[in-house]
């Protein structure tokens, strides 16, 4: 039971640009979402969240948007730099303090 | 401030053994989570512990145990080990159930 899904499962963008990730979820009872960077060889590094009741949460070059209506949050970095390459998962907390993440996106910023 | 740590790094084990893996959670944090993660997948939650209470679980079988000690470091059981335990096992902290959690690097469970 896949309850977020990336169904991207890499990205390439140009240094400068926008990077945009997607995540759609099937569990309207998620108070939270999250996303993680992950670099190989490392744990799941926290980026930035999001209450299920705002839209929209900005961390400097990094903001997530959250769509209730159509249960899909995302996350935009802009300008991306090389050093966003990496794996990048979403994931939603439930009341039950049970978390599901995604299956992940490879971001390759490309100098 | 410590990071999250955990132990062994690397491990290697046969099927229907049983493993102790280890976590040492960042300092000030009384939230520590477990997760797996297969090759090519995200990670999957196994279980919470807060103050030494479970605190939520994932779809996980008995098999999978946990402990948290007084001093919040925690450790995952996994008993009559499956070929499918194979994995990337995680653990995570955080302060007071908070959802923004801090992993450790991991250890890979290799399961012949």
């Known amino acids: 039971d896949q309850q977020v899904k990336q169904n991207s499962p890499s990205l390439s963008v140009q240094e400068g640009r926008i990077s945009i990730l997607n995540c759609d979820y099937t569990?309207?009872?998620?108070?939270?979402f999250l996303w993680y960077k992950k670099y190989p060889a490392e744990g799941p590094t926290f980026l930035i969240s999001?209450?299920?009741?705002?839209d929209k949460n900005e961390d400097g070059r990094f903001t997530v948007f959250l769509n209730k209506s159509a249960k899909h949050l995302s996350l935009h970095i802009v300008p991306s730099q090389p050093g966003d390459s990496a794996v990048y998962f979403c994931?939603?907390?439930?009341?039950?303090?049970?978390?599901?993440f995604g299956t992940g996106t490879s971001l390759t910023v490309i100098p | 401030e410590t990071g999250v740590t955990q132990s062994p790094t690397h491990l290697i084990k046969t099927r229907g053994q049983q493993v102790t893996l280890r976590c040492s959670s960042q300092?000030?944090?009384?939230?520590v989570s477990w997760y797996q993660q297969a090759l090519g997948q995200g990670p999957q939650f196994i279980f919470q512990?807060?103050?030494?209470?479970?605190?939520g679980r994932g779809n996980f079988p008995p098999r999978f145990s946990g402990l948290q000690f007084p001093n919040y470091s925690s450790e995952l059981n996994v008993n009559a080990l499956e070929l499918d335990d194979s994995a990337l096992y995680l653990c995570?902290?955080?302060?007071?159930?908070?959802?923004?959690?801090?992993f450790g690097p991991g250890t890979r469970l290799l399961v012949l």
């Open positions: 300092s000030g944090h009384n939230t």
């Open positions: 569990n309207s009872m998620f108070d939270y």
């Open positions: 994931a939603g907390e439930n009341t039950g303090n049970q978390f599901y």
């Open positions: 995570a902290s955080s302060q007071d159930r908070e959802e923004t959690q801090y």
């Open positions: 512990y807060y103050r030494e209470e479970e605190n």
């Open positions: 999001i209450s299920s009741i705002k």
